[in-house]
């Protein structure tokens, strides 16, 4: 019922920034009622929770402090997206990042189980 593409990534020195784009194909309720989160994946490492907005878009919820102060997600429901600016780019937050979807879930949730619903990521690469 949805569909999502991300867009945005490349290759940025450290310190650089970047802004993800995801944008969402809903055939079921409104993209207003699903919670969007990105999710980010390093080579052999697991998929970790980034940052999330809730449905209705009243709330925002990171991973830690460290990515707080230096991302931020953002939502355009009447475009279907969601963003994620990051700032102060460190080689450590590259990996493949994720657009994640959930209908009225908690926005809080951080396993990547909980969101049924998933692009197919874009690159980030941080050189040193």
């Known amino acids: 019922q949805v569909q999502l593409v991300e867009s945005g990534g490349g290759l940025v020195p450290a310190g650089g920034s970047l802004r993800l784009s995801c944008t969402a194909a809903v055939t079921e309720h409104s993209f207003g009622d699903y919670v969007m989160a990105w999710f980010r994946q390093a080579p052999g490492q697991e998929r970790e929770f980034v940052a999330s907005?809730?449905?209705?878009?009243?709330?925002?919820?990171y991973k830690d402090r460290a990515i707080k102060g230096r991302f931020t997600i953002s939502r355009d429901d009447a475009k279907n997206s969601v963003y994620l600016q990051m700032n102060s780019l460190k080689p450590e937050d590259t990996a493949a990042y994720y657009c994640?979807?959930?209908?009225?879930?908690?926005?809080?949730?951080?396993?990547?189980?909980?969101?049924?619903?998933w692009g197919q990521g874009t690159q980030v690469t941080v050189s040193s």
């Open positions: 907005s809730s449905w209705s878009g009243g709330s925002v919820f």
């Open positions: 994640a979807a959930d209908w009225r879930g908690s926005y809080t949730l951080m396993s990547p189980y909980e969101y049924p619903y």
